[in-house]
């Protein structure tokens, strides 16, 4: 809600002047408020009934002036008082015991001031009142004031609480649907007459309405006779506390036509097909949907409760391409045969899947390679009901080695280290010279100067020191026995984002706040990875996998072990200084980017992107429309897509690797493959599913797997990321790097690299 507020008037009312009514007409000054001042009862409340001051200040020190409490009750009394702040200023005494308040608060006071007529301690009273009690009051007036225009409207408004428990409705919905004043408050909707619809289509309206979206359409409501009547209806979700939906606001307005009910699916599925037709992309990948479809969380309608769902009173068309979709689907199968029926079944079950977004592939023979990887990447591994259990504990952490030499600060960096990151602002900066040069511990160094360069510990309000402690604690919670998976991989990451939050492009988009996240996400993001990957957990029953419910496991992981590193110790507690609602937006920033890097919701986070930015921007460009920058801002800056951009950049430097210079491509490539190499042998031997088998390191061959990784999941990717940030030189080295692997694998040499000459 936006509101104007006019300047603050405060009503000083001192019998005599003094330095306490001197030091608040100077505070009052000093703030910016008007004062007036009143020395009896009588001009006290003539002043106010003509000047409706927000705060009123009255000396209760003395009373042989005038009575402080009987000039309360008498302002009280006025209508204009009701929204006002009256404190009282009281004496101060050191050696008496407090007195209780109680009798101020019974003659309409709001709180009391013990006298200090230092002017700062004055000031500092009338700030804290104008954005407590003060604010608090005039949200007050300006909700009055809604509420009267509420209950003036002609359109019926219903408010509902998130459980659907009916808390308001204004007159004209009590007239619209037929019922007294006041008999629908606190009643479930399940208790108010309704029409019912298919249930498919009542979940897919529900689980939209559940993610905060906005809805409009048309339905057919039951009035309480009985009588079928047609409205046009518009549901807003209000969110409240804690960021999550506490109230559904509907509005609804009776249509012209109120004859059939068959009109209803007529329009539905006619705006259906409109919407449709006027979606002019389509998606690089087979079978992909706009950026906007919610079928992942709409079509699963089966752990919801049917009857406190919204949906039953609005059913209404839906925005959602693939909602559309369905209720196209709904329509048709009432009109045409069985046959044709059967086969639109089966289209709806295809649709109810999560999985729209990840490509299907042929069978194994086709490309055991692409299929191992997608199996190892994109799923959680076959279920076992064995007592086999890998145990990795959440609960062992690591402090810093006492061995671990580190800088004091910045100025102290060795010299082959300073010398080692000399070109780290560019993207052929190498990170394995660097791992020499540290000892296998880049992060702390590289970590030290990148969030320097962003000006890290600034926005943060903590010092370098806290920041250096912070980047040990995490550097040693990742596993130095790792092969990929180590601080090293960490370090390079962080070194990718840093060089895309660096583009043009992505600096335009983001604020300071998702710069920093980024940065921190990047270094936490693989925190305390065993070198196993999320299948391998969920088969072995790993307490992690128990813990999070075979569901984003490590990253998971990661994101929460990174917070609790982060928060134990004062040390190294990074957000310590932080204030409460930045500290949360950051927290929440960082937790969406590290668990953006799970691979199963790969396609659905690149086709986001692909719908919801790249085509919008290329569709601007098409039109010509190169200078206007409001349109191209608005796309960028939306907070929708700041949260795609930031998930689209984490994870492209997560998986750079193919897109590194050649030399590094290839070392990378050989650390990856000897990590799932590992994990293929711990799986025989512990008679584990195998989820790789072509990463047998007797038989694989790592050209095929690193052209099956390019082919799947790097091309389209960076494609789409080099169309919105501009990075010829990745590209570059991604073409090359393929045509490397492409030449060894015609040669039918299954090595890093081919044998000397």
């Known amino acids: 809600m936006r509101l104007h507020q006019d300047q603050l008037q405060v009503l000083l009312v001192f019998a005599k002047e003094d330095n306490q009514s001197n030091g608040f007409c100077w505070a009052c000054e000093k703030a910016g408020f008007r004062c007036n001042i009143a020395r009896t009862p009588e001009s006290a409340l003539e002043c106010f009934l003509d000047k409706h001051h927000d705060i009123i200040i009255i000396d209760h020190r003395h009373s042989r002036y005038f009575d402080a409490e009987a000039l309360c009750r008498s302002i009280r009394t006025t209508k204009p008082s009701e929204n006002t702040v009256i404190i009282g200023v009281v004496r101060r005494h050191a050696d008496r015991e407090e007195s209780s308040i109680l009798p101020l608060i019974s003659a309409g006071f709001t709180r009391r001031y013990v006298e200090n007529s230092n002017i700062m301690a004055c000031y500092n009273e009338l700030i804290q009142l104008e954005f407590g009690e003060v604010r608090a009051q005039f949200k007050l007036r300006a909700c009055n004031s809604l509420f009267t225009a509420l209950e003036k409207s002609q359109e019926a408004i219903e408010i509902t609480s ?199 592939l042929g069978t194994k023979d086709e490309d055991p390679h692409t299929s191992d990887l997608v199996g190892g990447l994109m799923t959680d591994g076959l279920r076992r009901l064995s007592g086999n259990e890998y145990i990795l504990s959440a609960k062992q952490t690591h402090q810093v ?216 921007l290329a569709a601007l460009e098409e039109n010509g429309n190169n200078g206007d920058g409001d349109s191209i801002k608005t796309v960028l800056t939306s907070p929708e897509n700041r949260i795609l951009i930031k998930r689209m950049l984490i994870k492209c430097a997560d998986i750079s690797n193919p897109c590194r210079p050649i030399e590094q491509c290839i070392e990378w490539a050989g650390r990856i493959s000897e990590e799932y190499f590992a994990q293929t042998d711990e799986e025989k031997r512990q008679g584990l599913p195998v989820v790789m088998p072509v990463f047998d390191r007797n038989t694989c061959s790592i050209p095929k797997s690193q052209i099956s990784f390019i082919d799947y999941f790097i091309t389209d990717m960076f494609d789409a990321w080099d169309a919105f940030a501009d990075l010829p030189n990745l590209m570059q080295h991604l073409d090359n790097n393929f045509k490397y692997w492409k030449g060894l694998d015609e040669r039918k040499l299954r090595s890093l690299r081919p044998p000397p000459e």
């Not at 839906?318 to 639109?344: G, R």
């Not at 580190?406 to 791992?435: C, K, V, Y």
């Not at 982060?566 to 190294?572: A, L, P, V, Y």
């Open 401 to 616: 080695a006492g061995s671990l030499i580190s800088p004091i600060s910045l100025n102290d960096i060795p010299p082959r280290i300073t010398q080692a990151m000399e070109n780290e602002e560019h993207w052929d900066f190498d990170i394995f010279e660097l791992e020499a040069a540290t000892h296998k511990r880049p992060l702390v160094y590289l970590g030290l100067k990148i969030f320097a360069r962003f000006g890290i510990c600034e926005f943060l309000n903590c010092s370098e020191s806290t920041l250096r402690s912070w980047l040990q604690v995490i550097e040693a919670n990742y596993h130095s026995s790792n092969s990929y998976h180590n601080s090293t991989h960490s370090a390079d990451v962080l070194h990718a984002t840093a060089y895309f939050l660096s583009k043009e492009r992505v600096k335009q988009t983001l604020d300071p706040i998702d710069e920093v996240a980024a940065l921190i996400a990047a270094t936490v993001h693989d925190v305390d990875h065993p070198g196993r990957t999320n299948s391998f957990l969920c088969n072995a029953g790993s307490e992690l996998a128990i813990l999070y419910n075979d569901t984003a496991v490590l990253e998971s992981h990661h994101a929460a072990l990174a917070f609790q590193l982060t928060t134990r110790d004062d040390k190294c507690n990074i957000f310590k200084n932080m204030e409460r609602n930045e500290y949360r937006t950051l927290r929440q920033a960082i937790i969406d980017m590290v668990l953006a890097t799970e691979m199963t919701k790969h396609f659905e986070h690149v086709n986001k992107f692909v719908n919801s930015i790249n085509k919008p």
């Open 162 to 360: 998130e459980d659907h428990v009916i808390q308001y409705v204004n007159p004209a919905f009590e007239t619209v649907m037929g019922y007294q004043i006041g008999e629908l408050i606190g009643k479930e909707l399940t208790e108010v007459p309704i029409n019912e619809k298919k249930a498919d289509f009542l979940d897919t309206i529900n689980s939209c309405i559940k993610i905060g979206k906005e809805w409009q359409g048309m339905y057919y409501a039951k009035k309480k006779n009985g009588d079928n009547i047609q409205q046009n209806v518009k549901i807003l979700p209000v969110v409240g506390q804690g960021g999550k939906i506490r109230h559904y606001v509907s509005i609804s307005r009776l249509c012209n036509d109120n004859n059939k009910a068959e009109k209803t699916c007529e329009r539905v599925q006619a705006e259906s097909q409109t919407d449709i037709q006027t979606c002019r992309h389509k998606d690089r990948r087979k079978g992909s949907l706009d950026v906007r479809s919610t079928t992942s969380r709409g079509s699963d309608g089966s752990s919801q409760r049917r009857h406190s769902s919204m949906a039953r009173i609005h059913s209404m068309t839906i925005e959602a391409p693939i909602t559309k979709v369905i209720n196209i689907i709904n329509a048709a199968q009432e009109s045409s045969p069985m046959p044709v029926a059967e086969a639109l079944d089966r289209v709806l079950e295809i649709l109810r899947t999560t999985e729209l977004y990840s490509p299907q």
